[in-house]
């Protein structure tokens, strides 16, 4: 099947085009706000399962590196897209850089739309003011990202021109011709790239798609939307989600940095396994045990992500992380004990020492996350779990008040994803915490569960839940 053409938005900053393509995908996907350059990374969304649309950040001049290295994300979007949206502010007359704006996409010899946006404010020039930009009259649309006015229009002439090149009627046709049961067979397995800012996310997120498609710069808080990125791995498809850093909530200031916390929290909920980032150089922190805490009680798989691996030292420097130097141990040595140690709480989560600079272990996730996606769907028999708690029992005879203790009689798995176990009897709500745990043992023994939490509800007889 071929792909679905792809339309990119560009135009000065604080244009609209974030707003445009939320209201476009009628969903919130790009950050907006008030401020110029909230846009950063290339923000991509499906429309309508029709063509895909590409909101880049806004052009200006390359002040520093990083602006340029932000231009040249924007140059290869317009060389990548089928057709270019040109975005300006209806009530403001053009300026140098809006023509330069426009000179480059119609350079690309493909067609070039050009949206006057912020129509709904009532202040909109004429639009003989706007034509000697060079672009048709025929494709100039007022619109209103905030009101939804002319984009019905613009979608129609979209698909429109799209089909009459031929693309859109292809990719139509072929995903007429598959099955439904073609269609939905396997969805996209989602991995979201969690850690705080700087550590290293979006170096792996490039590694592992072989492109720049975000933006790698040494200052902090680059990434603030959510960036995805299809991979097709050994006949699967995973969908890799690169997330704002999170900094403490005390630290995060107002504005776009709250919304990219957002951001980083939805992706949690959305993803099916997310991989919790740790850079080998720093100390870790509480707020990676926070982190790692919010994966879990999301119901999250998890991956432990150790970057920046090729820095360390094959020799161990002395009081590495408190410890005195021992011989024949390396600093991954005593780095790993200390996540042990840090990170106790979750002894199942499978560690893995990466390096984007040299590519060392990044495909390692990979197949870690389609095993734990195994681990989560996987079913236990009853009788095989009842065998186990009737084990635990005798091993460990819960405990309770004097006259009273808690009897579990039986347990039955109701769900995957994770996989959740309720177990009935009589004075359940007696049960300490330590057999809970030790129950949980007892059932990775024999069913590790790599990767994944998994969940209990305690249920007394004939009473309430708790």
């Known amino acids: 099947m071929k792909k679905l053409p792809v339309v990119a938005l560009i135009g000065q900053t604080n244009a609209g085009k974030s707003s445009l393509l939320n209201r476009m995908a009628k969903k919130n996907i790009a950050i907006v706000a008030r401020e110029e350059g909230t846009t950063r990374d290339n923000v991509i969304a499906t429309i309508d399962d029709r063509f895909i649309l590409i909101d880049t950040a806004g052009l200006k001049d390359p002040s520093d590196d990083f602006e340029a290295s932000i231009q040249e994300q924007i140059q290869d979007a317009i060389e990548s897209a089928d057709v270019i949206l040109v975005t300006l502010d209806?009530?403001?007359?053009?300026?140098?850089?809006?023509?330069?704006?426009?000179k480059d996409a119609l350079k690309s010899s493909k067609p070039v739309f050009l949206v006057l946006n912020k129509c709904d404010l009532g202040e909109s020039l004429p639009i003989e003011e706007f034509r000697a930009l060079g672009i048709a009259p025929e494709n100039i649309f007022y619109a209103s990202a905030t009101t939804g006015q002319g984009i019905n229009e613009l979608k129609r002439s979209l698909e429109s021109i799209l089909s009459r090149e031929g693309s859109l009627a292809h990719s139509s046709s072929a995903a007429a011709s598959r099955s439904p049961r073609e269609e939905n067979f396997q969805a996209p397995l989602k991995i979201a790239l969690i850690g705080r800012p700087n550590v290293g996310k979006s170096s792996l997120f490039n590694t592992l798609g072989q492109k720049q498609q975000a933006i790698v710069s040494s200052k902090q808080g680059t990434t603030r939307d959510i960036n995805r990125l299809t991979i097709k791995y050994k006949g699967r498809d995973l969908e890799i989600l690169d997330t704002a850093g999170l900094r403490k909530p005390g630290k995060r200031e107002v504005g776009i940095e709250k919304f990219s916390a957002i951001r980083t929290l939805s992706a949690i909920e959305e993803a099916d396994i997310c991989a919790l980032l740790v850079d080998a150089t720093e100390p870790h922190s509480k707020l990676d045990q926070s982190l790692a805490g919010q994966i879990i009680e999301a119901g999250k798989g998890i991956i432990l992500i150790i970057t920046k691996s090729d820095l360390l030292d094959d020799s161990t420097p002395t009081n590495f992380f408190g410890e005195e130097n021992v011989k024949n141990r390396t600093a991954?040595?005593?780095?790993?004990?200390?996540?042990?140690?840090?990170?106790?709480?979750?002894?199942?989560a499978p560690v893995i020492l990466t390096s984007s600079e040299t590519g060392k272990n990044v495909t390692q996730l990979f197949e870690l996350a389609i095993d734990i996606d195994k681990n989560r769907h996987l079913e236990i028999k009853t009788s095989e779990l009842n065998k186990i708690l009737n084990d635990t029992i005798l091993s460990h005879t819960p405990a309770g008040l004097k006259n009273t203790r808690p009897k579990p009689k039986y347990i039955v798995q109701?769900?995957?994803?994770?996989?959740?176990?309720?177990?009935?009897?009589h004075s359940m709500e007696l049960l300490h915490w330590s057999w809970k745990r030790f129950l949980e043992r007892k059932i990775r023994e024999k069913y590790p569960f790599v990767g994944t939490p998994i969940m209990f509800s305690f249920k007394n007889d004939k009473k309430e839940d708790f």
């Open 414 to 425: 109701t769900d995957t994803c994770p996989p959740w176990f309720v177990v009935h009897g």
């Open 332 to 348: 991954a040595d005593f780095l790993l004990d200390q996540l042990e140690r840090d990170f106790d709480f979750i002894p199942y």
């Open 90 to 102: 209806s009530s403001k007359y053009f300026d140098h850089r809006d023509k330069k704006i426009a």
